[in-house]
């Protein structure tokens, strides 16, 4: 025997819809196929149906939040089910269409960087969106909201993951200020979770990369959360050292190889040196074992203490900051010998803002590289391959490491 269907299904209301209304009722349609799925997922996600009583509930539907949509069928108003309690919940219908968001939110950001008005940047958008009418108005409302969006991703609670690696980096961009063009610093975090993938974890911008900027940053990675590192890697950075040695003073630090490599050739007397100084560098720094590469150093120290005693010197005071990584499993080496992930996040960060050039205000750089930063860690997050292998045994520490004093 067969039932009657409710005239509350939402499969006959679009059918009554769209029998009524024709192709006008799409959008309707739309709507009510929405508003259906979303109170699915939320009785799914809270385990128990409307005023249903279980033992499994994991907290309480609490009414319905407006919210419109900006689509290709113009607008529709949807209602967002909204929850009660420290369980958080929002549709994964709505959060597919974040990534388009969000592409569009970073051309905001890079076009208001640069002068481009508010008229202009409405036809611009129209254009990225295939076509979608977006006004002035709406574009001012986005810019504003864009900074807020960006602040509390810049701000967001890390307590609920633990990341055991942390590399660090910055770099440099023009800004004025008060009619003076400045060097402002981009100091950013990236950690690597117990799950092997990436992310970038805060950014901060100052006039200089000082410790007290550094301080002030890694404090506030602290204050929001983050916990487990048990592994640093980062170049000699200006301020960096007294900042770590602050806030992580037992963590041990790596510095980056590549960079050490670089630095040496700036001890090299002679050009016609450079290549055998950069062979047996290398030789180091793939060594299989930490007492190898000991060996290898201090046989390297002694080659050069004649002919070029002030890079014999430095590779005898610079070069073990290079050493910690052999603490850690072969399979991580390779990727935590140097701080390359931030470097390509850098290089990221350059093809965007030096089309720029020069910074109308500190909140402009803020703002582009908030943007820049949310983009690239999204796309790690959601990656089907892990940075890192994490299935492994812990980390050797019969090693002496790098910590800094």
Not at 43 to 68: C, D, I, M
Not at 136 to 162: F, G, K, P, T
Not at 239 to 252: I, N, T
């Amino acid at each position: 025997m067969t039932h009657p269907q409710s005239e509350d299904n939402p499969l006959n209301q679009i059918v009554n819809l769209l029998s009524s209304q024709g192709t006008d009722a799409l959008a309707a349609s739309v709507r009510v196929l929405l508003n259906h799925a979303m109170k699915v997922e939320r009785s799914k996600v809270l385990q128990a149906e409307p005023y249903q009583r279980t033992a499994s509930r994991t907290g309480y539907a609490n009414g319905f939040k407006a919210k419109t949509l900006q689509t290709r069928l113009g607008e529709i108003q949807v209602d967002v089910p909204q929850v009660r309690g420290e369980l958080e919940f929002y549709p994964s219908a709505l959060e597919r269409g974040q990534r388009t968001e969000r592409a569009l939110t970073l051309a905001i950001a890079e076009m208001y960087v640069q002068g481009v008005s508010t008229r202009r940047v409405s036809a611009i958008l129209a254009e990225l969106s295939g076509g979608l009418e977006i006004s002035a108005m709406q574009v001012s409302r986005a810019a504003s909201e864009l900074d807020d969006s960006l602040q509390r991703w810049r701000n967001r609670d890390l307590h609920s993951i633990a990341y055991p690696y942390l590399i660090l980096d910055a770099r440099y961009e023009k800004v004025r200020r008060d009619g003076v063009v400045l060097d402002s610093a981009v100091l950013f975090a990236i950690g690597v979770d117990a799950g092997g993938t990436r992310t970038v974890l805060g950014v901060s911008t100052a006039l200089s990369e000082a410790h007290v900027h550094w301080g002030h940053f890694l404090g506030s990675l602290l204050e929001r959360g983050l916990s487990g590192v048990s592994f640093i890697v980062s170049d000699d950075h200006p301020g960096l050292r007294k900042a770590l040695a602050a806030h992580f003073p037992a963590v041990p630090w790596q510095r980056c190889q590549f960079h050490l490599q670089q630095n040496a050739a700036h001890y090299v007397p002679k050009l016609s040196m450079r290549a055998d100084v950069a062979t047996e560098l290398r030789e180091i720094f793939q060594a299989q074992s930490r007492p190898l590469a000991e060996a290898l150093l201090k046989s390297m120290v002694s080659k050069y203490a004649k002919s070029a005693p002030e890079l014999s010197r430095w590779l005898e005071q610079n070069l073990p900051e290079g050493f910690t990584v052999f603490s850690l499993p072969k399979e991580h080496r390779q990727r935590l010998r140097t701080s390359n992930a931030a470097e390509r996040v850098n290089q990221e960060l350059k093809r965007r803002t030096r089309v720029i050039r020069i910074f109308p205000n500190p909140p402009s750089l803020l703002r582009l590289v908030s943007a820049l930063l949310v983009d690239i860690s999204e796309h790690w997050e959601t990656s089907a391959l892990p940075y890192l292998p994490m299935n492994l045994p812990p980390p050797l520490h019969h090693s002496p490491t790098t910590t800094l004093p």
